[in-house]
């Protein structure tokens, strides 16, 4: 089992526990709407609109239509059992761990960390590797629009230049925690902050994340 698997079938797990209406860490989202996101993005051409803003509508309204048309257990095998072989996702050897292992490890975290004393799992050395090799290669998308520099920086001393400006914040910790910053999910990231005051608190609060 990959990576990408392994964290489709614990956030899956956790769906079926907390059950519908559970929080998440995304903005106005339940779990059942997380669960039809991740349905639509693996089976639906409606999916452009995640990243299309002018299909964005239709997008909603399959989110939506996909919450009315299944019950709770239906949604979440859906999510289970991953894409169709019709699917990019299916047919293309290796889309699967390349594309999904983030997207899942982060809306995972989405729903652990929405619910009450959650605390950091210990990830596979491999699987944090893998994080960190994400990082070094694309953090400077990830903050393009932060107000001041961010430089990433491991628990153990590895940095990543994610945006250069002045003055600059170095944002340490786990590189998922990192990952989660810098996807826009600050809050709820265990990492420190060293820089200015200022710059430290408008880094908190900037729209991170592709």
Not at 150 to 158: I, K, N, P
Not at 160 to 165: D, I, S, Y
Not at 194 to 202: L, T
Request: with cysteine; aromatic share 6%; hydrophobic share 40%.
């Amino acid at each position: 089992m990959n990576h990408a698997q392994a964290e489709r079938a614990e956030l899956s797990d956790l769906l079926d526990q907390l059950g519908p209406d559970a929080p998440t860490l995304c903005e106005g989202w339940t779990t059942a709407d997380l669960a039809a996101h991740l349905v639509l993005r693996e089976r639906s051409l409606a999916a452009a609109g995640i990243t299309i803003k002018m299909f964005s509508g239709r997008t909603r309204m399959v989110q939506e239509r996909l919450k009315a048309e299944h019950s709770w257990p239906e949604l979440v095998d859906l999510v289970r059992h991953g894409p169709p072989r019709s699917s990019p996702f299916g047919f293309i050897p290796g889309a699967d761990a390349a594309v999904n292992t983030f997207e899942f490890l982060i809306h995972h975290e989405d729903v652990r960390r929405a619910q009450p004393e959650w605390e950091p799992r210990e990830l596979p050395r491999d699987l944090n590797q893998l994080i960190w090799r994400r990082l070094t290669r694309g953090a400077r998308l990830y903050v393009r629009k932060s107000p001041v520099g961010v430089v990433l920086r491991d628990t153990e001393g590895h940095k990543a230049g994610a945006k250069l400006a002045s003055p600059a914040v170095v944002v340490t910790g786990e590189p998922a925690e990192l990952l989660l910053f810098a996807s826009g999910r600050q809050r709820a990231s265990r990492v420190t902050l060293d820089g200015p005051a200022e710059a430290v608190a408008s880094l908190r609060t900037a729209k991170l994340g592709i």
